[in-house]
C-alpha cells in the first residue's frame, strides 16, 4: 500500500501533465499513469515529461494515431525501467 506522500506525489504528477499538455484524452492519461506506475516514483516526472514531448513533435508532423500514445509510452517505458533497476541496486541512475 502505497504512503499518504506517495498517494500525493502520484496525484501531483498526473495534475501536472494534465495541465502541462492539455492534449491527453482520459483514455491517453490512462495509459500514460499506468505505464509510468511502476517507474520509480522519483522519475516518473521526467517520464512523463519526455513521454508529452515526444508525442507533441509526433503531433505537429501529423504521426499520431490509433495506439500511438500506447507505443511511444511503452518504448520509453523501457529506458526508464532500467534507470529504476540502477537506483535501486545502489548504481548512480544517469539522466534519460
Same mark, same amino acid.
Given at each position: 500500500?502505497?504512503?499518504?506522500?506517495?498517494?500525493?506525489?502520484?496525484?501531483?504528477?498526473?495534475?501536472?501533465?494534465?495541465?502541462?499538455?492539455?492534449?491527453?484524452?482520459?483514455?491517453?492519461?490512462?495509459?500514460?499513469?499506468?505505464?509510468?506506475?511502476?517507474?520509480?516514483? /522519483?522519475?516518473?516526472?521526467?517520464? @512523463?515529461?519526455?513521454?508529452?514531448? +515526444?508525442?507533441?513533435?509526433? =503531433?505537429? %508532423?501529423?504521426?499520431?494515431?490509433?495506439?500511438?500514445?500506447?507505443?511511444?509510452?511503452?518504448?520509453? /517505458?523501457?529506458?526508464?525501467?532500467? @534507470?529504476?533497476?540502477?537506483?535501486? +541496486?545502489?548504481?548512480?541512475? =544517469?539522466? %534519460?
Amino acid at each position: 500500500m502505497k504512503s499518504r506522500e506517495e498517494q500525493l506525489t502520484w496525484a501531483k504528477q498526473r495534475a501536472l501533465i494534465c495541465v502541462d499538455t492539455g492534449r491527453f484524452n482520459d483514455e491517453e492519461m490512462t495509459v500514460l499513469l499506468t505505464l509510468a506506475g511502476p517507474i520509480d516514483h /522519483q522519475l516518473r516526472p521526467q517520464f @512523463l515529461q519526455e513521454v508529452a514531448a +515526444e508525442l507533441e513533435v509526433k =503531433r505537429q %508532423a501529423g504521426e499520431i494515431g490509433e495506439g500511438s500514445v500506447h507505443r511511444l509510452a511503452r518504448s520509453i /517505458q523501457r529506458k526508464y525501467f532500467t @534507470l529504476s533497476r540502477r537506483s535501486s +541496486e545502489g548504481q548512480p541512475a =544517469r539522466r %534519460a
